[in-house]
T-cell receptor, first 109, second 111 residues
Framework: EDQVTQSPEALRLQEGESSSLNCSYT??????LFWYRQDPGKGPEFLFT???AGEEKEKERLKATLTKKESFLHITAPKPEDSATYLC??????????FGTGTSLTVIP | SQTIHQWPATLVQPVGSPLSLECTVE??????LYWYRQAAGRGLQLLFY??????ISSEVPQNLSASRPQDRQFILSSKKLLLSDSGFYLC??????????FGSGTQLSVL
């Protein structure tokens, strides 16, 4: 059974305190791994797509990496505006996308 | 750009009443379309997906159904709502890019 697990469920950081979010997956035939940001009451916004182990993508203070079993979203020197829920999703053969339960990030000024 | 229009933003319905949520897609043709539900503080649960007109795949047995009468239109329905149908409903599409793009969601409260 395809499964996506994110940890931690919630994370509180001081402004400037770097950390990492984890997304581990068990799927048959990974087509791609996606990271999204979701603000309360809104639809998720796309951040990154990763396709193969060893791949890395960066955008401002965020960097996503991928191994054969998990992905990390590294947040460097976060700011309060980075507070949101971060979701990862896997695409499997057959057009389905499965999401993890998300990590709720709070950055304290 | 690829855009999902989804409405209404908020909906309060009594138990046993019918439901119809609609989303439309702009900026791409023949998209794959998806309905997700998100419970408070939880991840997205895939409900239905469609690869074309009239083609619907259901992920979980439930009180809901979906239809795709036109290429860029996806409808989520129920004949009789249950309390457990409450949640945040998101329509998503996948067009020429591999990524999913989302609508703004509908917060459904069944009372």
């Amino acid at each position: 059974e395809d499964q996506v697990t994110q940890s931690p469920e919630a994370l509180r950081l001081q402004e400037g305190e770097s950390s990492s979010l984890n997304c581990s997956y068990t799927v048959s035939g990974l087509r791609g791994l996606f990271w999204y940001r979701q603000d309360p009451g809104k639809g998720p916004e796309f951040l990154f797509t990763l396709y193969s182990a060893g791949e890395e993508k960066e955008k401002e203070r965020l960097k996503a990496t991928l191994t054969k079993k998990e992905s990390f979203l590294h947040i460097t020197a976060p700011k309060p505006e980075d507070s949101a829920t971060y979701l990862c999703a896997v695409q499997v053969p057959g057009n389905q996308f499965y999401f993890g339960t998300g990590t709720s990030l709070t950055v304290i000024p | 750009s690829q855009t999902i229009h989804q409405w209404p933003a908020t909906l309060v319905q009594p138990v046993g009443s019918p439901l119809s949520l609609e989303c439309t897609v702009e900026g791409t043709s023949n998209p794959n379309l998806y309905w997700y539900r998100q419970a408070a503080g939880r991840g997205l649960q895939l409900l239905f997906y469609s690869v074309g007109i009239g083609q619907i795949s259901s992920e979980v047995p439930q009180n809901l159904s979906a239809s795709r009468p036109q290429d860029r239109q996806f409808i989520l329905s129920s004949k009789k709502l249950l309390l457990s149908d409450s949640g945040f409903y998101l329509c998503a599409g996948r067009g020429t890019n591999e990524k999913l793009f989302f609508g703004s969601g509908t917060q459904l409260s069944v009372l």
